[in-house]
Structure formats: C-alpha cells, structure tokens
C-alpha cells in the first residue's frame, strides 16, 4: 500500500472516530438515539475501513448468557448464532460479527 493511500485511510478513520464519537477502531458504542440500530463500531480489518450500524434498538437479548438463564433464552441464542452462522464468519467487516460479539 502507497503512502498515500496509508495517509487517506488514516484521515478518513479519525474523521469518522470524530463524527460519531468513537474512541478507536473497532470499539463498538451504544447509539440509544437513533432510530433503528442499538451500537456503531468503526471496524478495520486489513487496509479496509467501514463504518457498521448494527442491532435491533430495544431487543432483549440481555447480554452474554448469565449464571441462571432461562432455556427459552438460551435457545433464542442459539438460534440466532445458527441463522447467522455464515454471515459472522465473515468477519470483522460484517454487522453479524459485531452483533453476535456485543449483543449475543
């Protein structure tokens, strides 16, 4: 990678860290005002730099499974890791990684 490029991606990453108010890449943060999605991360994996909105505003997913959990919950896990199986393999650049990562 040029120089150049090098530089663009570093000003384009701290213009969005600074946009949004995040505090380094991928670090996700809660977004409790916006409409839709719950969290953002700014998400780099290699030289690419992509900005990711991700989980439903309001879910209940009550976190990382905790001491007592319900069956009902657990099988709720469970079956969004199954649905989304494919798409958090993709890794760091997809909105199921972070979900599955933060949310689930």
């Known amino acids: ?20 108010g995040l505090s380094g890449v991928n670090k996700p943060k809660r977004t409790p005002d916006h409409p839709k999605k719950s969290h953002i991360v700014l998400a780099k994996e290699g030289n690419t730099v992509k900005l990711i909105r991700f989980g439903e505003q309001g879910a209940k997913t009550a976190g990382k499974p905790k001491a007592g959990e319900g069956d009902k919950m657990r099988k709720k896990r469970a079956s969004f890791k199954a649905r989304h199986r494919k798409n958090i393999a993709r890794g760091k650049l ?11």
């Open 1 to 20: 990678m040029s120089a150049g490029a090098r530089s663009r991606v570093a000003a384009r990453t701290a213009s969005l860290k600074k946009k949004h």
């Open 94 to 104: 997809s909105a199921a990684y972070w979900a599955n990562r933060v949310k689930w």
